[in-house]
């Protein structure tokens, strides 16, 4: 069965400094990745998505992640990070064909930013 | 362009109460629709999702149930709510792709508290 792991529950960094959230997942074929930023209180607000091609993707907010098969990972990256970046981010893989689009998610890395 | 209304934002109910949450989704027909909960911890958890009017599964077995009365309205339900039911509630659309797999959109959210 499909699984996505997050091995960071909280991460601290400074303002300005970069940013890596790691992703692990599990699943037989090609997966389709997703990456997810929950503001507290709100919902989930999509950041980027690998579906197939180059590995490394582009999204919102400066935000970018590179698809590694051999390593089984989705890490999400951004080169300076700021106030307002922090917020729990989710990285989740599509349940495969059948699923009807549901999506696995895991269970997020919450980000504080220090001044 | 699409939009999803959830409300209400917050809800307190007393234990024993019924629930009714209501999610309608803008500017897009046949969507899939889904209901999450996230309970601290613990990542989100889907309990239901619908590919059309009167189309539900179920995935957890639950005291909550859900419907699909319109194309576009989603509404979880509870006849007599748990204190295990508080959490906080998401509602999210997605166009199924030809693969099976596509982005989620999410709603902002309903807060539940049950007292």
């Known amino acids: 069965a499909q699984s996505v792991t997050q091995p960071d529950i909280h991460i601290t960094v400074s303002e300005g400094a970069s940013l890596e959230l790691r992703c692990n997942y599990s699943y037989g074929a090609t997966p389709y990745l997703f990456w997810y930023v929950q503001s507290p209180g709100q919902g989930l607000q999509l950041l980027l998505k690998?579906?197939?091609?180059?590995?490394l993707v582009q999204g919102i907010k400066g935000f970018e992640a590179e698809f590694k098969r051999s390593q089984s990972s989705f890490n999400l990256r951004k080169p300076s990070v700021h106030w307002s970046d922090a917020a729990e981010y989710f990285c989740?893989?599509?349940?495969?064909?059948?699923?009807?689009?549901?999506?696995?998610f895991g269970k997020g890395t919450k980000l504080s930013v220090k001044p | 362009s699409q939009t999803i209304h959830q409300w209400p934002a917050t809800l307190v109910q007393p234990v024993g109460s019924p629930l009714s949450l209501e999610c309608t989704v803008e500017g897009t027909s046949n969507p899939n629709l889904y209901w999450y909960r996230q309970a601290a911890g613990r990542g989100l958890q889907l309990l239901f999702y619908?590919?059309?009017?009167?189309?539900i599964s179920s995935e957890v077995p639950q005291n909550l149930s859900a419907s699909r009365p319109q194309d576009r309205q989603f509404i979880l339900s509870s006849k007599k709510l748990l204190l295990s039911d508080s959490g906080f509630y998401l509602c999210?659309?997605?166009?199924?792709?030809?693969?099976?797999?596509?982005?989620?959109?999410f709603g902002n959210g309903t807060r539940l508290t049950v007292t």
């Open positions: 690998y579906f197939s091609g180059d590995t």
């Open positions: 989740a893989v599509g349940a495969g064909k059948g699923s009807q689009g549901n999506l696995i």
């Open positions: 999210a659309w997605s166009s199924l792709g030809p693969n099976g797999n596509s982005p989620l959109h």
């Open positions: 619908s590919v059309g009017i009167g189309q």
